[in-house]
């Protein structure tokens, strides 16, 4: 069992940047990948990016590559979403989430078997 506690979301200015961290509770976090998703109002959740159990792979969707970043620390149970140069279009709640299988389908909900409660990030233009 894993428990994830997002954090860092906050109301911020198109240009600005935030960075949410996700706490994971347990002795097996190396044991997990780790992913951030995000859900706007009355859209469906979608992936944002991806890290493998040690870091050393990472992947990102379109709409945020190249301003967003996804690192984790293992010594400190965290999993961290730097975003920079945000838009109004990434408003929405963040979820972290976490699986102990890795696949090739990694950008599906259904792949993750834990999940956070969610920050919100609100992006004003």
């Known amino acids: 069992q894993v428990q994830l506690v997002e954090s860092g979301g906050g109301l911020v200015q198109a240009g600005d940047s935030l960075r949410l961290s996700c706490v994971a509770s347990?002795?097996?976090?190396?044991?997990?990948?780790m992913a951030w998703f995000r859900q706007a109002p009355g859209k469906e959740r979608e992936f944002v990016a991806v890290?493998?159990?040690?870091?050393?792979?990472?992947y990102y969707a379109d709409s945020v590559k190249g301003r967003f970043t996804i690192s984790r620390d293992n010594t400190k149970n965290t999993v961290f979403l730097q975003m920079n140069s945000l838009k109004p279009e990434d408003t929405a709640v963040y979820y972290c989430?976490?699986?102990?299988?890795?696949?090739?389908?990694?950008?599906?909900?259904?792949?993750?078997?834990?999940w956070g409660q969610g920050t919100q990030v609100t992006v004003s233009s």
């Open positions: 989430a976490a699986d102990r299988s890795y696949s090739g389908s990694y950008n599906y909900t259904r792949e993750y078997e834990y």
């Open positions: 890290i493998t159990y040690r870091g050393g792979g990472l």
């Open positions: 347990g002795r097996t976090f190396s044991s997990y990948v």
